[in-house]
């Protein structure tokens, strides 16, 4: 049974920093894509960034150049370290696997999921 476990969320004041990871097991974590999510009250789930099986990385626009994705495949666990952080990325984040060839964004196309951590950040 796959199971994917985040942590590392809370609360932090803008321009401060904070580590997510995601925890795999049940699966062959170094075939997977990994990717995180995040979903703000209101809004629909929106892609934050992915790290390839080769270690190729991918962000959105909006947290390119503060966010960095990295992979441990001893650990089985996927990082997103989160740097000057903005209001505007309060949202509960999510780690997602995808066993398929080529990055996507499209959450739809994400095979397991966490349950989520929760990120703050005070103005």
């Known amino acids: 049974q796959v199971q994917l476990v985040e942590s590392g969320g809370g609360l932090v004041q803008t321009g401060g920093s904070l580590r997510l990871s995601c925890a795999a097991s049940?699966?062959?974590?170094?075939?997977?894509?990994m990717g995180w999510f995040r979903q703000a009250p209101g809004k629909e789930r929106e892609f934050v960034a992915a790290i390839h099986r080769s270690g190729g990385t991918y962000y959105a626009d909006s947290v390119k150049g503060r966010f960095t994705i990295s992979r441990d495949n001893v650990k089985n666990t996927v990082y997103l370290q989160m740097n000057n952080l903005k209001p505007e990325d309060t949202a509960v984040y999510y780690c997602?696997?995808?066993?398929?060839?080529?990055?996507?964004?499209?959450?739809?196309?994400?095979?397991?999921w966490g349950q989520g951590t929760q990120v703050t950040v005070s103005s």
């Open positions: 049940g699966l062959t974590f170094s075939t997977y894509i």
């Open positions: 997602a696997a995808d066993v398929r060839w080529s990055v996507t964004s499209r959450p739809g196309e994400y095979d397991y």
